[in-house]
């Protein structure tokens, strides 16, 4: 087994090109708990690339001009939780914030996030909200993927082997955005359901992406029609019925399974919630 | 495996040799280097018993690849003072009667040291949000709380 720590990007995928099959290990908050409980069992011929000393997967920046922020795939939940990031940013803070614990969020980055792929991730219903596009670099060169397009199924991703995530860039809306999600606590808690929520007052839409309710992060599109039409835009408030209605399309877009955590019924039922409590924080009521 | 690879632990430069690469930094901390202090629980970063400071930033060194915190200074209880003479937390820790079965301490005491460098006048509520990833089954909390705004005092009234 190989443990190879490289200080650039370059190397990294230098690295990644000579083993293609080798683990990427970021933070480890998702690969060395698999470790430690021996699900994964590393062979004896494995090869670890560790990325998290790379500085350059570590950086972000603000592109006013487009209106987006490019964040590394090496940022932490500890560094999206505060300002500056928290303000351009801020259904991600809020998602950012229920992340593990102080010691968990200092150690897990965005791109581990997107790499391990789980249904209950809490970064990706808010990059999937804002449309996030994931940028990718293998043997074969750079490419970008819309977020909807990299996330495949249950923990899989479109990563091609010997590819690496190098940052997910991330639009900045005009409007409320916020991220809600049930857990069996009040925190250190994996997702049941999740959802953000996301207006964008200019083009008068609003985005609902739902986690923990089928196999990778979804929209709602039906809900955002309809909220969209539905919405007094010009006062910026909705009725309750509208409130409920929406909550009523969310559960009904989402397709959750039974399992030891919750059960489908239940799933849907908080769905539904979650999106009437968003949609109520984004517009009071009339 | 004899790959061998050094880590910087306390300002000392420590070989670890003959260790099969894929062990925890907690691992190594406790059965290579001989450092106790942090515990091993969980193992899956949810009980903080094992937190240690990498590059400065509180972590469960559980989650921690040995191997891969090369090149970094990493602290641990033992280091933040001499023996026999403890830090302002960790008198605090004492006379608020926040020790106990002590097991918890360790990561505790990491875990405060590290909020207080970040915001030494910290809420009740902040507080408890920035210890939320440590868990303790003796002291129910309250004297965690009441040892850290003892010591945030204490440091204000020192500087003020």
Same mark, same amino acid.
């Given at each position: 087994?190989?443990?190879?720590?490289?200080?650039?990007?370059?190397?990294?995928?230098?690295?990644?090109?000579?083993?293609?099959?080798?683990?990427?290990?970021?933070?480890?908050?998702?690969?060395?708990?698999?470790?430690?409980?021996?699900?994964?069992?590393?062979?004896?011929?494995?090869?670890?690339?560790?990325?998290?000393?790379?500085?350059?997967?570590?950086?972000?920046?603000?592109?006013?001009?487009?209106?987006?922020?490019?964040?590394?795939?090496?940022?932490?939940?500890?560094?999206?939780?505060?300002?500056?990031?928290?303000?351009?940013?801020?259904?991600?803070?809020?998602?950012?914030?229920?992340?593990?614990?102080?010691?968990?969020?200092?150690?897990?980055?965005?791109?581990?996030?997107?790499?391990?792929?789980?249904?209950?991730?809490?970064?990706?219903?808010?990059?999937?909200?804002?449309?996030?596009?994931?940028?990718?670099?293998?043997?074969?060169?750079?490419?970008?993927?819309?977020?909807?397009?990299?996330?495949?199924?249950?923990?899989?991703?479109?990563?091609?082997?010997?590819?690496?995530?190098?940052?997910?860039?991330?639009?900045?809306?005009?409007?409320?955005?916020?991220?809600?999600?049930?857990?069996?606590?009040?925190?250190?808690?994996?997702?049941?359901?999740?959802?953000?929520?996301?207006?964008?007052?200019?083009?008068?839409?609003?985005?609902?992406?739902?986690?923990?309710?089928?196999?990778?992060?979804?929209?709602?599109?039906?809900?955002?029609?309809?909220?969209?039409?539905?919405?007094?835009?010009?006062?910026?408030?909705?009725?309750?019925?509208?409130?409920?209605?929406?909550?009523?399309?969310?559960?009904?877009?989402?397709?959750?399974?039974?399992?030891?955590?919750?059960?489908?019924?239940?799933?849907?039922?908080?769905?539904?919630?979650?999106?009437?409590?968003?949609?109520?924080?984004?517009?009071?009521?009339? | 495996?004899?790959?061998?690879?050094?880590?910087?632990?306390?300002?000392?430069?420590?070989?670890?040799?003959?260790?099969?690469?894929?062990?925890?930094?907690?691992?190594?901390?406790?059965?290579?280097?001989?450092?106790?202090?942090?515990? +091993? !629980?969980?193992?899956? =970063?949810? %009980?903080?018993?094992?937190? #240690?400071?990498?590059?400065?930033? &509180?972590?469960?060194?559980?989650?921690?690849?040995?191997?891969?915190?090369?090149?970094?200074?990493?602290?641990?209880?033992?280091?933040?003072?001499?023996?026999?003479?403890?830090?302002?937390?960790?008198?605090?820790?004492?006379?608020? +009667? !926040?020790?106990?079965? =002590?097991? %918890?301490?360790?990561?505790? #005491?990491?875990?405060?040291?590290? &909020?207080?460098?970040?915001?030494?006048?910290?809420?009740?509520?902040?507080?408890?949000?920035?210890?939320?990833?440590?868990?303790?089954?003796?002291?129910?909390?309250?004297?965690?709380?009441?040892?850290?705004?003892?010591?945030?005092?204490?440091?204000?009234?020192?500087?003020?």
């Amino acid at each position: 087994m190989g443990v190879l720590v490289p200080s650039t990007l370059d190397d990294a995928v230098a690295a990644l090109r000579e083993h293609p099959d080798a683990l990427v290990l970021a933070g480890g908050t998702d690969l060395m708990v698999e470790i430690n409980e021996h699900v994964r069992r590393l062979r004896g011929d494995e090869t670890v690339v560790a990325v998290g000393r790379i500085g350059e997967l570590r950086t972000w920046s603000h592109d006013p001009a487009t209106g987006t922020v490019r964040l590394g795939a090496g940022v932490t939940y500890a560094e999206l939780a505060r300002p500056p990031l928290a303000d351009l940013l801020p259904a991600l803070a809020e998602a950012a914030r229920t992340v593990g614990s102080p010691q968990i969020r200092n150690a897990a980055t965005i791109g581990g996030n997107l790499g391990t792929c789980s249904p209950a991730g809490d970064g990706l219903p808010v990059l999937t909200a804002l449309d996030a596009t994931v940028e990718l670099r293998g043997p074969a060169g750079e490419r970008t993927l819309p977020v909807r397009d990299f996330m495949t199924g249950v923990k899989r991703t479109a990563l091609a082997p010997g590819e690496l995530i190098t940052a997910v860039t991330v639009p900045v809306l005009d409007g409320w955005q916020g991220y809600a999600k049930v857990g069996v606590r009040n925190a250190m808690v994996i997702a049941i359901c999740s959802a953000c929520l996301a207006v964008d007052t200019p083009s008068r839409s609003v985005r609902l992406a739902l986690g923990s309710v089928a196999p990778t992060v979804i929209r709602a599109e039906e809900a955002e029609a309809f909220a969209a039409d539905a919405v007094d835009w010009d006062a910026g408030t909705v009725d309750d019925a509208i409130a409920t209605r929406f909550g009523e399309l969310a559960a009904a877009a989402s397709r959750p399974i039974d399992d030891h955590r919750a059960s489908a019924a239940y799933r849907r039922h908080a769905v539904a919630v979650l999106a009437r409590r968003l949609l109520r924080r984004a517009f009071p009521e009339r | 495996m004899n790959e061998t690879y050094h880590l910087h632990v306390n300002g000392t430069r420590y070989e670890v040799a003959d260790a099969w690469l894929g062990e925890s930094l907690l691992y190594v901390l406790r059965e290579r280097l001989g450092l106790y202090a942090a515990k +091993g !629980a969980c193992e899956q =970063g949810e %009980c903080g018993s094992c937190s #240690v400071l990498v590059d400065g930033e &509180l972590v469960c060194s559980c989650l921690v690849l040995a191997a891969s915190a090369v090149d970094v200074p990493i602290t641990t209880v033992e280091g933040l003072a001499e023996p026999g003479s403890p830090t302002d937390v960790q008198r605090a820790f004492v006379d608020a +009667g !926040a020790v106990q079965c =002590g097991f %918890c301490t360790p990561g505790l #005491v990491m875990a405060a040291h590290a &909020l207080l460098e970040r915001n030494p006048n910290p809420t009740e509520t902040q507080i408890r949000e920035e210890l939320s990833g440590n868990l303790c089954r003796c002291t129910g909390y309250g004297r965690l709380v009441a040892a850290v705004q003892q010591v945030a005092v204490e440091r204000g009234r020192r500087s003020s």
